[in-house]
């Protein structure tokens, strides 16, 4: 069983990891949970919010996990690598593979901003988000 003070290491941990690649781009990320899936060997569930001011973006990325998107306030726009853009709203879902190049992700409105709830499948310990060429 985990400490409270080995939950908060592990918290501020993850916020260094997933707010580097995001500080220079116009997103507040705020991590929520991480937490080892233990049926799922070497596998850990990461839970995270992002938030874009108006007009805010982040750069080209990738994940290297099964990642979850769900829309919460305003609208996205998400584009993977050899694939369409899309614009999402609230209730709205993305996907993005362990493969994926996370090409475009950014708030669809220059006067709103945008929130976004995301969930991530990935080998423990590995950073979340990676910048790609």
């Given at each position: 069983m985990r400490t409270w003070k080995a939950v908060q290491a592990a918290a501020v941990?993850?916020?260094?990891?997933?707010?580097l690649p995001a500080a220079a781009d116009d997103a507040k990320v705020t991590p929520l949970m991480a937490r080892d899936l233990t049926d799922i060997g070497g596998k850990e569930g990461v839970v995270l919010t992002v938030e874009y001011a108006p007009g805010g973006s982040s750069t080209r990325h990738r994940?290297?996990?099964h990642t979850f998107v769900y829309v919460l306030e305003g609208s996205v726009v998400m584009q993977v690598a050899g694939a369409d853009p899309v614009t999402l709203g609230?209730?709205?879902t993305f996907y993005e593979s362990p493969a994926d190049v996370h090409v475009v992700s950014k708030n669809a409105s220059d006067s709103r901003p945008a929130k976004f709830l995301v969930f991530f499948v990935?080998?423990?310990?590995?950073?979340?988000?990676?910048p790609a060429p």
């Open positions: 941990a993850l916020t260094c990891v997933v707010a994940h290297n996990a609230p209730g709205q990935k080998d423990k310990g590995a950073p979340p988000v990676l």
